[in-house]
């Protein structure tokens, strides 16, 4: 059975920081990569941060600076270090996996933490 543990979530004051981290177990593919993904009310699902197997990141634009994703691959997890945390940084915050099977691409989700930050 695949399960995304996401953890550390919380209530931060503006400029402090949090450390998100996500455990995936039960999946049988490869893995090609990890990314976090929120959702602040009221709004899309974005992209945030994303590491892939070789170990490539990529951030999204407002995030750049204060935001640092990693991983460790043997354990299939991947952490969120966000520092400088601004109010509009609030939202639920979820886990994503990606893996290939028999040339096929997939993902797995997981329920989201949520981060808040006060102004």
């Known amino acids: 059975q695949v399960q995304l543990v996401e953890s550390w979530g919380g209530l931060v004051q503006a400029g402090g920081s949090l450390r998100l981290s996500c455990a995936a177990s039960?999946?049988?593919?490869?893995?090609?990569?990890m990314a976090w993904y929120r959702q602040a009310p009221g709004k899309q699902r974005e992209l945030v941060a994303v590491?892939?197997?070789?170990?490539?990141?990529n951030y999204a634009d407002s995030v750049k600076g204060r935001f640092t994703i990693s991983g460790e691959g043997g354990k299939n997890t991947v952490y969120l270090k966000m520092n400088s945390l601004k109010p509009e940084d609030t939202g639920v915050h979820y886990c994503k996996v990606t893996y290939t099977s028999y040339g096929a691409n997939g993902n797995y989700w997981g329920q989201g933490t949520q981060v808040t930050v006060s102004s």
């Open positions: 039960g999946i049988g593919f490869s893995i090609l990569s």
């Open positions: 590491i892939t197997s070789g170990g490539s990141t």
